[in-house]
């Protein structure tokens, strides 16, 4: 689930059970007011550090057992007692977005697939610890599931990174087929560009792939549920391919025949991946 605003975070789903809605929105009611903290508004970077650190010390509270007045995090709390929520994921949530602070390259794709394992991958857990599910199994699929997501976003939204002078493509990526970080769409660039981001995309969407099986797995609401979500990353990653991967011109979106064509992959996946598996 992309960090970027939460918008695949299924607050509102029809598929999300009532009981689990309260949690849900609390969980991301905190994630996404930590990650505008980090990114939204025109505070220095001293002030956004500070209010993050205050996040953390909210945290440490709700662990410790203290009551809280604020009410975000008292529903919050409230969510955690309930469904014995674990901490890790919402300190390393906040971990990402202090990095967001004061990090706007990635030298490797290593070092931001750790960045990924902070900013998406907490997500995944919580919604999995949840429903119950959160096995060493589901959560390394779940991990892979997320921080695909987290990658296809930032292929997705390259144009609008670099307008607020963040570059999520791998420096050594750059590197390699000689594109300038200062120059990214230089008509120079545009073949070399090119060649790249179908590195980018076919790794995205090989690691998407390899964590599909925990959809499979997972039976009722969330198993449907997550079939969407693979599919719809699948989806963007096909849309970027058929712009030719020039996503500073036309960024691709979602639109309503693509969703019906998410719902009937999703509907179809257990039967699709069957018959892949006897092929």
Known sequence: MPVEHYENFPVA???LPRRLRPAV????????????????????????????????????RIEQGADTHEPMFARLAAAIRQHELPMRPFYDLLSAFKQDVMV???ATYDALLDYCARSANPVGLLMLSLYGQADEENVRDS?????????INFLQDVAIDTHKERIYIPLEDLSRFAISPAALDHPDARPRWRAMMKMEVDRARALMLSGAPLALRLNG????????VVQGGLRILDAIEEVEYDVFRRRPQLVKRDWLSIFWRAARMKKDMKTLALA
């Open 143 to 151: 991990d892979a599931i997320c921080t695909a997501l987290q990658l």
């Open 13 to 15: 789903s029809i598929l």
């Open 104 to 106: 706007s390259r990635y």
């Open 221 to 228: 609401r969330i198993g449907f549920e997550l079939r969407m």
């Open 25 to 60: 929105e609390a969980i991301y009611a905190f994630a996404r007011s930590a990650d505008d903290l980090a990114d939204e508004g025109d505070a220095a970077p001293e002030q956004r550090l500070a209010a993050l650190a205050g996040y953390e010390a909210a945290l440490a």
